[in-house]
Each structure stands twice: as structure tokens, then as C-alpha cells.
């Protein structure tokens, strides 16, 4: 079983709509949980990261961690076909003195105008 | 400028070329990391520097060889490579490898053809 599942898409809405992206984990020794945007031919970009079980919320995303449930998500109210890239998410753990990040294969996202 | 650089953002090589690729972070940042992104397949990491200092060498083959001379340059000295190491290679860094509440910033990377 791989420690971090992704589901690697495509999915594809229309402009405006609510995207919802889910990663899920089998490691409880995971402290911290991220979400990378990346566009083609860019590397990835940090949107959020969080430490404990919760919602956090920046502009129009929200991340939200169950670590009881080992379930991370991402959602993105009024999307816009500018946000159409690949969403990684990412999570790390204590390994040797120093923070080992293992990341999902990715979600490519197409919203459409 | 974006805060971690690298080059060049292409390279064709064959497979008895030597070559290296360039990371730079003006971030300020204590430590840094070479990723390698494969189509369909989970970032994987492959060296780890923490102020200057190797940590981690993630079973990376010898043909791979990477240098960091100060906490703001990462180099991958490349010889001798094989048609599968063709991917996209990415640079990160973060505030030390030690802080996880320290997030990883990565660069565009390197797109890397081995003929």
C-alpha cells in the first residue's frame, strides 16, 4: 500500500463550480500537510500547509485534515480556468533529524470557461 | 526573480555527456533538496543538504553526483546517464530540513532529455 493516495484525475468543471480534491494517507506518523499547485512547465507552488486536524481557510481555499480518518482535502469555491493545473498533496514526518516529505502522484484540474 | 532558481530549464544530452544542473534560493534558507518528477509518479527525493551537509542520499545511482558549496547553491553533476533518467529534475529549499512547520519552496526545474 503506498503511504499517500492521490486520485491522478483528470477532472474537469465548469467555470464557477466547487472543486474538491482529496488525498489519503495510511502513516499516523505524519505531522504536517501541504498542497502544491503546479502549471505545466513550472515547478510546484505551496497554496497551503497545515499542522493539526481543522480547516484552514486563504482567499478562495480551504484545506482541511481528519487525521483521524487519515483523509486531507483541498477545496476551491468559484473556480476559474486559471486554476487549471495539477494539485500535489504533500505530508511530512520525523525520519532521521530531519522532515522526510512524501507527496501524491497529483490531480490534474481543467476548469472550463 | 523567483526565490529558487535553476538552470538551465532544458538540457539534450547523450548518454557519455557530462553535464550539471544549477540551483540557487534567495530565500535565505539552510537547506536544500534535488526532486526528480517522472510522468505518472510521485515526486521522489533524491539528496538533502542541511546547512551545506548531505543528510540523505535516497539510494540515488552514482551517476548522480551533487555539490553544494555554500546554503544558497545546489549543483547535480550528471555522467554517463541512462534514456530512463529523462525527467523533470526540481530543486527546493526550506528553512532547515529539521523544521517541518518549514514548507518546501521549489524552482521550475530542469527538463532533462537523455538520448
Known amino acids: 500500500q503506498k503511504e499517500v493516495e492521490q486520485d491522478p484525475g483528470p477532472l474537469s468543471v465548469p467555470e464557477g463550480a466547487i472543486v474538491s480534491l482529496n488525498c489519503t494517507y495510511s502513516n499516523s506518523a505524519f505531522q504536517y500537510f501541504m498542497w502544491y499547485r503546479q502549471y505545466s512547465r513550472k515547478g510546484p507552488e505551496l497554496l497551503m500547509y497545515?499542522?493539526?486536524?481543522g480547516n484552514k481557510e486563504d482567499g478562495r481555499f480551504t484545506a482541511q485534515v481528519d487525521k483521524s480518518s487519515k483523509y486531507i482535502s483541498l477545496f476551491i469555491r468559484d473556480s476559474q480556468p486559471s486554476d487549471s493545473a495539477t494539485y500535489l498533496c504533500a505530508m511530512s514526518r520525523n525520519s532521521g533529524g530531519y522532515q522526510k516529505v512524501t507527496f501524491g502522484t497529483g490531480t490534474k484540474l481543467q476548469v472550463i470557461p | 526573480e523567483t526565490g529558487v532558481t535553476q538552470t538551465p530549464r532544458h538540457l539534450v544530452m547523450g548518454m557519455t555527456n557530462k553535464k550539471s544542473l544549477k540551483c540557487e534560493q534567495h530565500?535565505?534558507?539552510?537547506?536544500m533538496y534535488w526532486y526528480k518528477q517522472s510522468a505518472k509518479k510521485p515526486l521522489e527525493l533524491m539528496f538533502v543538504y542541511n546547512f551545506k551537509e548531505q543528510t540523505e542520499n535516497n539510494s540515488v545511482p552514482s551517476r548522480f553526483s551533487p555539490e553544494c558549496p555554500n546554503s544558497s547553491h545546489l549543483f547535480l553533476h550528471l555522467h554517463t546517464l541512462q534514456p530512463e533518467d529523462s525527467a523533470l529534475y526540481l530543486c527546493?529549499?526550506?528553512?532547515?530540513?529539521?523544521?517541518?512547520?518549514?514548507?518546501?519552496?521549489f524552482g521550475n526545474g530542469t527538463r532533462l532529455t537523455v538520448t
Open positions: 527546493a529549499s526550506s528553512q532547515g530540513a529539521a523544521r517541518g512547520e518549514s514548507p518546501l519552496h
Open positions: 497545515t499542522y493539526s486536524s
Open positions: 530565500l535565505g534558507h539552510n537547506a
